[in-house]
């Protein structure tokens, strides 16, 4: 990555702690640790024709000294060319997802997830794994509604998709394939026995769990 790309992205730092102090202001629970990735990770799909599916964001469950970690991953790309409306709604979203996480590791449990073949069923597979925004933003707030808006159904975002392609894959910058459905979780028992997660997502959780 040469430097005027770094320098680009180390002068979004300030909005991307702003919204994730905005995320927290609105929920009342802590924003994960979260990194640029100048790596760009597109997914492959033999079945969708060869297309590519580009991967924006993840949240991903490290191993840390014997204990789990939960990290909000954002691609360099995603950085550099989405609009800060659809910045601040990826990074909420991925929130959802390192909540879902949480509610799961902290009740101690291990699922077995089907591979999805297709991108259809990667994005189905997406829309399950977070918490419903509802549960967790004011229901009238725009982020709520944006992310409501934007994530039913799927995410997609083809401007975001062309810019990608043109200013980041053509341009041969750092771009990594992973085969359609290996963006999933792997965490040891032995791990999530010993880890303990942010006691007011737990607690905010076991609220939620407990008025359905």
């Not at 320098?7 to 990194?35: C, D, H, M, W």
């Not at 954002?74 to 659809?86: G, I, M």
């Not at 028992?189 to 997502?201: C, G, M, N």
Request: proline letters at 5%; charged letters at 30%.
């Amino acid at each position: 990555m040469n430097e005027q790309v770094k320098k680009r992205i180390v002068a979004k730092k300030s909005f991307l702690q702003s919204t994730a102090s905005e995320i927290e202001k609105l929920s009342g629970i802590s924003y994960p640790a979260f990194y640029v990735e100048p790596t760009l990770f597109v997914s492959t799909s033999p079945d969708d024709g060869g297309e590519i599916g580009i991967l924006y964001a993840r949240t991903i469950p490290i191993e840390v000294n014997g204990k789990i970690s939960i990290l909000v991953q954002l691609s360099a790309p995603l950085v550099l060319y989405a609009t800060k409306s659809t910045l601040r709604t990826v990074m909420a979203h991925e929130f959802l997802h390192y909540l879902e996480l949480v509610r799961r590791f902290s009740r101690r449990e291990l699922l077995s997830e089907i591979s999805p073949e297709t991108f259809f069923e990667e994005e189905h597979e997406d829309a399950t794994r977070v918490v419903d925004p509802s549960q967790i933003f004011p229901r009238r707030s725009r982020l709520a509604k944006d992310l409501q808006r934007n994530f039913d159904g799927g995410y997609s975002n083809e401007k975001l998709n062309e810019k990608c392609r043109k200013l980041w894959i053509e341009r041969g910058l750092p771009t990594q394939k992973l085969p359609m459905g290996s963006n999933q979780v792997r965490v040891s028992v032995d791990s999530l026995a010993r880890s303990s997660f942010d006691h007011e997502a737990v607690k905010l959780l076991k609220k939620i769990d407990s008025s359905m």
